[in-house]
T-cell receptor, first 109, second 116 residues
Framework: RKEVEQDPGPFNVPEGATVAFNCTYS??????FFWYRQDCRKEPKLLMS???SGNEDGRFTAQLNRASQYISLLIRDSKLSDSATYLC??????????FGAGTILRVKS | DAGITQSPRHKVTETGTPVTLRCHQT?????MYWYRQDPGHGLRLIHY???????DKGEVSDGYSVSRSKTEDFLLTLESATSSQTSVYFC???????????????FGAGSRLTVL
C-alpha cells in the first residue's frame, strides 16, 4: 500500500461548481498535512496546510480525519484558474514529506 | 521568495554519461532536498541534506549521489545516466512556516532531464 494515495482524476467540472478531493495516508503517526498545487510544467507550490480542526482559505476548505486517516480539499465556486494538479502531502516522520501522485482538476467554461 | 535556482533547466544526454544538476539557494536554509517526479508516482525523495557535508538517502537513491560543500549549493550527480532516470528533478528547501505551524517545502523551477 502506498503511504499516500489520491484519486488521479481527472475531475472535469464546470465553472462555479463545488469539487472535493480526498487523500488517504497509511502512517497513523503522521503529524503534518498539506495540499500543494502544481500547474502544468511548473513546480509545486503550497496551497494550504491542513489543521486538525479543519481550516478555510477563501474558497478552499481542508479537513483532516485522523480516525479514518484521510484529508480532504473542497473547492467552492470553481474558477478556470483552479485547473491544476493538487498534491496531497504528509509528513511521515522527522522532516520528511511524502507526496501523493496528485489529482488533476479541469475547470471548464 | 526562497531564492532557489536550478541548473540546467533542460538537458538531453546519452546513456552512460555523467550528469550533475545544481541547486543554489540564497537564504541560508539548512535543509535541502532532491526529488524526482514521474507520471503516476508523484514526487519521490532521492536524497536530502541537513547541513554542509551532511546528507542522507531518500526512497529512490540508487544511481544517484549528492554533495553539499557549501550551505547554498546542493548537487545531484548521476554517475552513469540510464533511460530510467529520464524525469523532472526538483530541488526544495524546508523552512518553518509560522502560519502553517510546520516545516513546509519550497521548490525550485525544476530540471527536465532526458536520457537517450
Amino acid at each position: 500500500r502506498k503511504e499516500v494515495e489520491q484519486d488521479p482524476g481527472p475531475f472535469n467540472v464546470p465553472e462555479g461548481a463545488t469539487v472535493a478531493f480526498n487523500c488517504t495516508y497509511s502512517n497513523s503517526a503522521s503529524q503534518s498535512f498539506f495540499w500543494y498545487r502544481q500547474d502544468c510544467r511548473k513546480e509545486p507550490k503550497l496551497l494550504m496546510s491542513v489543521y486538525s480542526s479543519g481550516n478555510e482559505d477563501g474558497r478552499f476548505t481542508a479537513q483532516l480525519n485522523r480516525a479514518s486517516q484521510y484529508i480532504s480539499l473542497l473547492i467552492r465556486d470553481s474558477k478556470l484558474s483552479d485547473s491544476a494538479t493538487y498534491l496531497c502531502v504528509v509528513e511521515v516522520y522527522g522532516n520528511k514529506l511524502v507526496f501523493g501522485a496528485g489529482t488533476i482538476l479541469r475547470v471548464k467554461s | 521568495d526562497a531564492g532557489i535556482t536550478q541548473s540546467p533547466r533542460h538537458k538531453v544526454t546519452e546513456t552512460g554519461t555523467p550528469v550533475t544538476l545544481r541547486c543554489h539557494q540564497t537564504e541560508n536554509h539548512r535543509y535541502m532536498y532532491w526529488y524526482r517526479q514521474d507520471p503516476g508516482h508523484g514526487l519521490r525523495l532521492i536524497h536530502y541534506s541537513y547541513g554542509v557535508k551532511d546528507t542522507d538517502k531518500g526512497e529512490v537513491s540508487d544511481g544517484y549521489s549528492v554533495s553539499r560543500s557549501k550551505t547554498e549549493d546542493f548537487l545531484l550527480t548521476l554517475e552513469s545516466a540510464t533511460s530510467s532516470q529520464t524525469s523532472v528533478y526538483f530541488c526544495a528547501i524546508s523552512e518553518w512556516s509560522l502560519g502553517s505551524g510546520a516545516n513546509v517545502l519550497t521548490f525550485g523551477a525544476g530540471s527536465r532531464l532526458t536520457v537517450l
